[in-house]
């Protein structure tokens, strides 16, 4: 069989010609296909004010800053994500403190965070790892006790949901991905939800350096002189990303159900296979399915995913725990043994393909493969 990628898009000709009329048109930046892929999301995600954004670290970013979180605080979050969770917290000036993961799900252990509690905590930052959310109304209860922020991590989750939550409906934001192997892409983009129509003002300020004007409202309409009240970044998702978007989140569910169908295959072929371990997907949750990954036997991971690649099919880490970065031990002094759930996740998994265009049988192919190797 031909080489399997590890991930390819969804975007199809309707979305492609959607951006050739944005292209063909006077207006590139921040303007109306923007503006209707933000209502269009706010719509799907159930929370009122959507802020189109360059990428999710610039969501968890302005979070921050809007939140009024920053030099000398601190944020409790997961060493299991990607760095960008935690270098956006050291962007906003503050530290990241990292809790332990949940064995089961890999996901933050709420059990285990008001232990890390202190005077300088001011908000938890919690990532829904893979697709299945964190439990969030323990969050929610923990966050209310200590007069805490909660800033979700949503990169993973679009989809979303746990106990009838869904992303972003416990938090006082939420934050989304679109880069290339996110579920719907603009190959580089982001969002931050927000049902406050103050916090969703001042972060539409935060995304174009600070002034009070967009230049949709400078440009497109009677032009009048803008100012600069706060100091701002230069964030703004833009009209070709947007137009990028809006045709893959009419179809959202569609390409959630065809990745649904290849997770059961690969679950049901590979939940007895000997020296393979699964993360469980929990009861009452809508997984997102957006990262397929087993635990592998300890100490072959790496051999087996040079083989994997070898017999061309694509593999991916997702992740190598944070504070074991080098970075992160040498600012933080953080070692190995800090985390002993997280660093066993991530010296064990590996993902697999998983994405809509991603046949049956190239799936049922890949987990021969891994039979194979194994």
Partial sequence: MKKIEFFKHSIDDKDIERVNTVLRSIFLTTGKEV????????????????????SCTAALHLSLIALGIGQ???????????CATAN????AGAK?????VEEETGNLNGELIESSITNKTKAIMPVHLYGQMCDMALIARIAKKYNLKIIEDAAHAIEASRDSIKVGHLSDTVCFSFYPTKNITSGEGGAVCIDKEKLAKHLKMLRVHGIDSEASDRYTKRYRHWDMPIFGWKYNMDNIQAALLIGQLGRIE????????????????????????????????????????????????DSLLFTIQD????????????????YYRKTFGYK??????????GKRTLSLPLYPSLKEKEARYVVQILKEVL
């Fill in 254 to 301: 569609e390409l959630w159900q065809n990745r649904d169908t290849l997770w059961k295959i690969y679950e049901e072929a590979l939940s007895h296979l000997k020296g393979i371990s699964l993360l469980k997907t929990l009861p009452n949750v809508k997984h997102a399915r957006h990262l397929f990954t087993v635990l592998t036997p300890a100490g072959k991971r």
């Fill in 35 to 54: 503006e209707e892929f933000e209502q269009k999301f706010s719509n799907y995600v159930g929370i009122e004010y959507t802020v189109g954004l360059t």
């Fill in 311 to 326: 017999r061309h099919v694509g593999v991916a880490v997702n992740y190598r725990p944070i504070h074991l970065l080098k």
């Fill in 96 to 100: 990241p403190v990292f809790v332990d």
């Fill in 88 to 91: 956006a917290i050291i962007q």
């Fill in 336 to 345: 190995k043994g800090d985390f002993p759930v997280a660093e066993e996740i």
């Fill in 72 to 82: 000398g605080d601190e944020v409790i979050t997961t060493p299991m994500s990607f």
